[in-house]
């Protein structure tokens, strides 16, 4: 009787507190950005980075003399580069709905009733290969870091403020980012590196999904609320 007792004290005891703890951990302690300034993202440990985004191109419709020049040419990029990168495909689900949209909008414009007919079923197609499959858009970045170890062998057991590591990461990065865009170009390329306002929109949209994505005005307000939850 005691023992049973002393378990139901420890029990009670213990349910109390489980529900009366605060709740300690937030999803902003799992996100590693601290801050974005201009096209540099500056992380909790103190590193940085730049992100460029750039087109593709679909490589299994060039003839084979293309495809062998391509393969060349992005071999010497590579060859050319004598600083780290990180190559990063994102893949999402694509909404067409607003696409849907304008074919009906063109479809209650139009008088002619071939035209008429030939965006039906196209229409119809659109929306039978949505069904069927699942689309996706993708999306192609590459990162370039900069270290907090660029400092000094110091940097490592030094803490800097926020503005001196962006000046420092701009200096180290900025010419790396004219490189890879000089490069890329020549591949038939288009490339260019996120803003403030896309980099926080991208990094919302992706720790909190949308059906339609969300495009933001104010990316002061929203960096605030992604990574400090204010």
């Known amino acids: 009787r005691r023992d049973y007792d002393a378990v139901e004290r420890y029990r009670t005891t213990y349910m109390k507190r489980k529900q009366t703890a605060p709740v300690k951990s937030t999803t902003q302690e799992f996100i ?3 801050e974005v300034e201009d096209d540099v993202i500056l992380l909790k440990d103190g590193s940085c980075a730049l992100v460029v985004e750039t087109s593709a191109i679909n490589f299994s419709l060039l003839a084979a003399e ?26 999402d689900k694509m909404n067409i709905s607003d696409y849907l949209l304008y074919l009906n909008s063109k479809l209650n414009k ?3 009733p071939t035209i008429r007919s030939w965006l039906l079923k196209y229409i119809d197609f659109i929306k039978s290969i949505v ?7 993708k999306r192609f970045f590459i990162v370039i870091p900069f270290s907090k170890l660029e400092l000094g062998a110091k940097a490592a057991v030094s803490s800097f403020s926020a ?6 990461a701009k200096t180290a990065l900025y010419p790396k980012r004219d490189h890879i865009l000089r490069l890329l170009s020549r591949l038939g390329l288009k490339a260019s590196p996120l803003r403030k306002t896309e980099l926080v929109n991208f ?13 933001l005005i104010d990316a002061s307000m929203f960096e605030s609320y992604l990574v400090h939850g204010t």
């Open 32 to 34: 590693e950005l601290r």
């Open 66 to 91: 293309e495809q062998e020049t391509l393969v060349y040419s992005f071999g010497s990029l590579l060859n050319s580069w004598s600083f780290s990168i990180q190559i990063a495909i994102y893949s």
């Open 110 to 112: 139009e008088n002619n």
């Open 131 to 137: 069904t069927k499959n699942t689309i996706l858009k």
């Open 163 to 168: 503005d001196y590591l962006f000046q420092r």
């Open 203 to 215: 990094y919302y949209n992706l720790y909190n999904p949308h059906a339609t994505g969300v495009d």
